[in-house]
């Protein structure tokens, strides 16, 4: 095992907190993280261009690491981290308690995810200092994460030359997610048509009631082990006496398994649709049509790893070799890497020591972070 330089390490993350870098304004931190990674020795740093897709100052960046030494021609693996942060984030100051790092209060931390990118401008310094032998390293650093892993969807796979990798970002310590759910939130439309509820009642076709008989077939809650089905907002109408021409509906679905993700999916058209044919017109509505859209509003596919995989099977050798046993679990949300794997990209999630995330009370520990590095050296070199 090598020796994690704290003080470095420390000063490091110190330095990214304070890089104010909200979703779309990741623009600063990127351009200082192409300078350490050039100096690092990269290889290649490819800013992508889906900065106008985004909304974000910048595109996501994908870092080349050649091998070296006897592994340099070995099969490598990718590291990703997500360079924007939660708000508040202006004006971040790190405040430093023995080795509990928090805010000064009144914004986030950021550890979520600078603890990732600390750690592995970290690795980088100790696999060079160390003349270690490792394989090709790919540092993957996207954008807008936390509006709905909206870099990782925008950015292209074939850019990752990696058969899989390894996202930091989750709180905990070794800990490794190897499955989370697939998910979808959309809002439904349901149109009819509107008339007044006591002089031409005839003339109305009301998008609550066929709305109400939709829903009205739909299981909600948890639908079975490993999936759930909500219908969270309904908004519509305007008058106690006008017969309401459209409702809009939010709801969810999420599953650990694809197949019954589509399902559940599919159950829900088929009710609108039901609803919607179940509706026959008379001699007052005969001009009507009424109708249901579906807009999908955010989704990504389902994260799933066999645990006799390439990616599974580097980190566990990698624990070994340290003597450190890490816990394999699955969660219940979505991150970039369950857009990676749905681009073809396995990746397994790494516990960052990161805690309390999204709030002012965001804390890391520094003995943590040096645990990651550990951890990501043995990775590396295993
Ligand atoms: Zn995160």
Known sequence: MTTVNRKRLAASFIELCEIDSPSQREGKISRRLQKIFTELGAVEIHEDSTAEATGSECGNLVIRFAGQGAKKGEDGFFLSCHMDTVEPADGVRVVRNEDIFTSAGDTILGGDDKSGIAAIIELLML??????????????????????????????????????????????????????????????????????????????????????RALGELAVGRLDE???????????????????ESVVIHGEVRSHNAEKFAAYTEEIH???????????????TEDVKPRYDFQQLAGYPALRLDMAS????????????????????????????????????????????????????????????VSLVELLYSLATV
């Open 310 to 369: 390439p990616v599974i099977d580097r980190i566990r050798r990698a624990a070994d070799v340290i003597g450190r046993e890490l816990e394999y679990v699955v969660a219940g949300g979505g991150s970039d890497a369950n857009i990676f794997f749905g681009k073809g990209l396995p990746t397994a999630i790494v516990a960052t020591g990161m805690s309390k995330v999204h709030t002012t009370e965001e804390e890391l520990d520094l003995n943590d972070l």
């Open 127 to 212: 696999l060079r200092e160390n003349g270690a032998d490792h394989p090709p390293i790919e540092i993957v650093l996207t954008v807008c994460e936390e509006m709905g892993l909206v870099g990782a969807t925008h950015l292209a796979p074939e850019r990752i030359q990696s058969a899989y990798g390894y996202a930091l970002d989750s709180s905990g310590i070794d800990r490794v997610i190897v499955g989370a759910p697939a998910a979808s939130k959309f809002a439904i439309t349901v149109t009819g048509r509107a008339a007044h509820a006591g002089l031409a009642p005839e003339r109305g076709v009301s998008a609550l009631q066929l709305a109400v």
């Open 270 to 284: 088929h009710a609108f649709n039901t609803a919607i044919e179940g509706w026959h017109p008379d001699e007052y």
């Open 226 to 244: 490993e999936s759930t089905r909500n219908f969270g907002v309904i908004e519509g109408g305007v008058a106690f006496n006008i017969i309401p």
